[in-house]
């Protein structure tokens, strides 16, 4: 019997800061609310429900361009007066499960196959790299790989079985995500990752970066093995992005909705790309669509992209014992994350301090409060949730599959984690 899936949204906002939200909306077009992309109807997309929606694909690093059809459902979504229920219901045959414990066959091994990869005589640089390795992670990007491997061979009639590249692209994911975060670290000085001294903490900067290149390393030699030259250059590219990502995280904008289009751009580079890419290369090994393609790459995106709106929420309502980092951590390094530019709109007085990145006497903790006082939060939960939505609209174009939903009901799990 057919399981319905249901989510719902009711926004109730202070209609003070909708003309960011409005901008937001605006940047992202109609249908693809949150595709980096400009869209139009290719013409083979059909109405039944095997071409529900589906769209043909742009170029998907494009910056999103304004879209007046926004503009009849703007009162209806933005203001206060009028509440808005967003649902969408997901017929499949088989009952919703726990995305974490589906994939669990194929990640058991993971992290000690990670380590046969960083193989290393010298036994300090082993274990700097076998550091973050240590199986107490999420593994939430590898968890993602595997979910939409499956759904994807299962899409492409094969069983549902990883082929043996697509288990390689969920381990090089992970490496990349931990050599990014030594670097990060590195970076912005950090002392606690994963509520532990981080590696440049225990062994110094230097040390730090050595082994966030071999990690990077080891990864493209991983990836080389696979043997496909479109897969290493699309995960080639989250290297690109998360070097351009970090470039653009030292700036800022002027104008406020080019500042807010900035840290969206950001936030695909340094969190997003990495996962969309990672799900477009699995698609890749296994089909040739390039409508597929687009439709991997696109759930990537938009669950990567909420999953870092949710994060910076949580550097405002998380405690840091819980968070296994310091709270404010992002305004401490001088950074206007989501729940600050909404705040912004109802005290202009953070204008300023964005512009200085936060760097005067009093103005962290002058930030803190204002953002407390705002609706930054909430407005930028609701963000989320959006691109979660269109992530869903977009994973439903497969083909129903126990992985499919899986990666369905991971959404409601990205918006509403507490770490």
Request: aromatic letters at 8%; a positive charge.
């Amino acid at each position: 019997m057919a399981v319905p899936w249901r989510q719902c949204r009711r926004l109730s906002a202070n209609h003070t800061s909708t003309s960011l939200l409005e901008t937001v909306c605006h940047l992202s077009g109609r249908t693809a609310f949150l595709s980096s992309a400009s869209w139009r109807r290719g013409p083979g997309s059909g109405s039944g429900p095997g071409h529900r929606g589906l769209l043909s694909a742009q170029p998907s690093h494009v910056t999103p361009t304004y879209n007046s059809s926004l503009t009849r459902h703007k009162f209806r979504l933005l203001f206060p007066t009028l509440q808005s229920c967003c649902c969408r219901r997901i017929h499949s045959d088989v009952k919703l499960k726990d995305p974490f414990a589906l994939a669990q066959k194929d990640l058991n091994h993971l992290y000690d196959d990670i380590k046969k990869e960083l193989f290393v005589s010298k036994a300090e640089l082993k274990s700097l790299c076998d550091y973050y390795f240590d199986g107490k992670g999420k593994a939430f990007r590898p968890m993602i790989v595997v979910l939409m491997s499956r759904a994807l061979n299962i899409h492409s009639n094969r069983d549902g079985d990883l082929l043996p590249g697509q288990r390689s692209i969920a381990m090089i994911s992970e490496m990349i995500h931990t050599a990014s975060l030594v670097h990060d670290d590195v970076i912005d000085g950090s002392d606690k990752r994963r509520g532990k001294s981080t590696i440049n903490e225990v062994w110094g900067e230097r040390k730090a970066i050595l082994a966030g290149d071999f990690i990077l390393s080891a990864a493209s030699m991983a990836l080389a093995r696979i043997g496909n030259t479109t897969v290493v250059s699309v995960l080639s590219q989250v290297i690109e992005d998360l070097v351009r990502g970090e470039f653009m995280q030292l700036g800022s904008k002027e104008n406020e909705n080019e500042r807010f289009k900035h840290y969206l751009e950001k936030t695909f580079k340094k969190t997003a790309s990495l996962i969309a890419n990672s799900c477009k290369a699995v698609s890749i090994l296994v089909s040739s669509d390039p409508e597929v393609h687009e439709i991997a790459f696109q759930y990537g995106r938009n669950v990567g992209i909420a999953f870092q709106l949710v994060d910076d929420v949580l550097d405002f309502t998380s405690c840091a014992n819980h968070l296994g980092k310091p709270s404010a951590a992002d305004l401490r390094l001088g950074l206007a994350t989501g729940p600050v530019l909404f705040a912004c709109q109802q005290f202009p007085e953070l204008h300023a301090m964005i512009m200085r990145r936060f760097s005067s006497k009093g103005d962290v903790d002058r930030a803190w409060q204002y953002v407390q006082q705002s609706d930054g939060v909430e407005q930028t939960t609701y963000l989320a949730r959006r691109y979660c939505q269109e992530a869903i609209r977009q994973i439903s174009l497969l083909r129903p599959s126990a992985e499919r939903d899986a990666l369905i009901r991971l959404t409601e799990m990205v918006l509403s984690r507490d770490k």
